[in-house]
């Protein structure tokens, strides 16, 4: 199966999961945004090593109308918060170990109306990171709002694979004519990471999502954790202090204002 680059796996209620391939047509499309305001929680998740990390999903999962997770693995314990409450979630996986699925992840309570899944090779480890772009209507808007989910490359010399990696995402981004969401974990831990990631997203009109208080993971005292958005209004934003995973979860409220230029 990991031979196909291009394949996400979709875990939908109690039904079965489903294979989702480049040429995926579109069968039922609702509005995932249906009015002024939503919400989305950012985490890398750790692999649901410690205790108290669905707990956290639960509180937030009638709040958040986007659930974007890095370090998701495919567990009974995941699985069941995905179909317990009833959501759609598509899944990128970077690797597999004894049947368990892990990387990216995108919770939702609609299907997307168009889906690009990225995978990435760490350079020295050769396990991969992957990356997720979805698409969703907007009701009573010809415009769609693109969301990407990335985990980015980590162990590199130099920038050129982590750029790369960044390139895949941001030229579709580019293209994108609605609002856009860009989040996730870009392990930005250099100073030359950090700037590079700042260059690529001011290229194409992102901005930065700030914290009043900034407890995000850090590592060589550099945020990993970010947020990134245009054709959007910020309405609030906070991270979650928890020791559910390694990283704080980031939640952040937007308001939409299709007039806003994108």
């Known amino acids: 199966m990991f031979k196909n680059r291009d394949y996400t796996l979709r875990y939908l209620g109690n039904s079965d999961v489903e294979l989702i391939l480049p040429n995926h047509k579109v069968v039922h499309n609702e509005p995932l945004i249906d009015q002024t305001t939503f919400s989305v929680l950012v985490w890398n998740i750790f692999k649901q090593k410690r205790a108290n990390c669905i707990h956290i999903l639960e509180q937030y999962a009638n709040q958040a109308k986007l659930i974007l997770l890095q370090e998701a693995q495919t567990t009974p314990q995941l699985l069941n918060f995905i179909s317990e409450h009833n959501k759609l979630a598509d ?56 969301v990407a989910n990335i985990h980015a490359i980590n162990f590199s010399i130099g920038v050129k694979i982590y750029r790369q990696q960044m390139y895949m995402l941001l030229n579709y981004i580019k293209q994108h004519n609605g609002p856009v969401i860009l989040a996730g974990d870009f392990n930005a831990w250099s100073r030359q990471r950090l700037n590079l990631l700042y260059h690529l997203v001011r290229s194409i009109k992102l901005k930065p999502v700030n914290f009043a208080i900034d407890i995000r993971k850090r590592f060589l005292g550099r945020p990993l954790d970010f947020v990134f958005y245009r054709g959007l209004k910020l309405d609030a934003a906070k991270i979650i202090d928890t020791a559910a995973s390694d990283h704080n979860p980031l939640f952040v409220n937007f308001k939409l204002d299709l007039n806003l230029p994108t």
Do not use: W
């Open 91 to 146: 899944h990128v996986p970077a690797y597999c170990f004894n049947e368990i699925f892990a990387g990216v992840m995108t919770i939702t309570d609609s299907a997307p109306s168009k889906i690009l899944s990225f995978r990435e090779k760490e350079p020295f480890i050769r396990v991969p990171k992957s990356a997720l772009i979805t698409v969703y209507p907007i009701k009573n808007s010809t415009q769609q709002l693109l």
